[in-house]
């Protein structure tokens, strides 16, 4: 879950090019195990834009060492507000 809000900050703070703090983490539906030795790509995509607020797709795929077979293993949504410098939140767009 570390990644997947690391992923999440970043496609949020690029995406709002302000400061964003991670307010939830919502239903993170883990379908696959992860086991040591394989691959990952995490994809982080904004999904919703409010006033202050965004919400963050995040999947993880897995990927056998040796193998071109790719299956997704959790997803998850997380939620950002934007702040500015008193920590108060402010408008994203």
């Not at 834009?49 to 997380?78: L, P, W």
């Amino acid at each position: 879950m570390q990644l997947m809000d690391e992923v999440a900050f970043i496609a949020a703070t690029r995406f709002a090019r302000k400061r964003v703090v991670t307010v939830s983490s919502d239903k993170i539906d883990f379908k696959r195990s992860i086991p040591a030795g394989t691959i990952i790509e995490l994809i982080g995509k904004v999904v919703h834009v409010g006033k202050t607020s965004m919400r963050v797709n995040v999947e993880i795929y897995t990927e056998q060492m040796y193998s071109y077979e790719r299956e997704r293993a959790i997803v998850g949504d997380f939620t950002f507000v934007a702040i500015d410098e008193f920590k108060k939140p402010i408008q994203i767009l």
